[in-house]
């Protein structure tokens, strides 16, 4: 059984920084597998963050929504089969639920696919982060 547990939420100031943890186990090959970021703010449908998808030749390489683009950096530890979100000059409208999923298919050549939530078949439960202004 897969497990998918986030952690490294907390609340901190607006322009703070926030670095969050996506553990994955009962799953091999991890490390060639798709993870996504998304969040989830109250009354507002859950929404992309960052990716990490894989290639067989270059390995990883990130993908990242319009509002993670220079402040957000998704990275990959295989060793342990953790995924990090690294969030710098955090604002209040981050505020959110942030969750991690898995996507259990064959790597995709087209990284835009990673911006829909149905694609990933695993999730965990989320980490609060609130962005105080």
């Known amino acids: 059984q897969v497990h998918v547990v986030e952690s490294g939420g907390g609340l901190v100031q607006a322009g703070g920084s926030l670095r969050l943890s996506c553990a994955v186990s009962?799953?091999?090959?991890?490390?060639?597998?798709?993870i996504g970021w998304f969040r989830q703010a109250q009354g507002k449908e859950r929404e992309f963050v960052a990716a990490?998808?894989?290639?067989?030749?270059?390995?990883?390489?990130?993908y990242y929504s319009d509002s993670a683009k220079g402040r957000f950096t998704v990275s990959r530890d295989n060793a342990v089969d953790t995924i990090f979100l690294e969030m710098r000059n955090l604002k209040p409208e981050d505020t959110a639920v942030y969750y991690c999923?898995?996507?259990?298919?064959?790597?995709?050549?087209?990284?835009?696919?990673?911006?829909?939530?149905?694609?990933?078949?695993?999730w965990g439960q989320g980490t609060q982060v609130t962005v105080g202004s």
């Open positions: 999923g898995v996507r259990a298919k064959p790597p995709a050549p087209d990284s835009s696919v990673l911006s829909n939530p149905d694609e990933y078949r695993y």
């Open positions: 009962g799953r091999s090959y991890v490390r060639s597998l798709a």
């Open positions: 990490v998808n894989w290639d067989g030749l270059i390995g990883d390489f990130p």
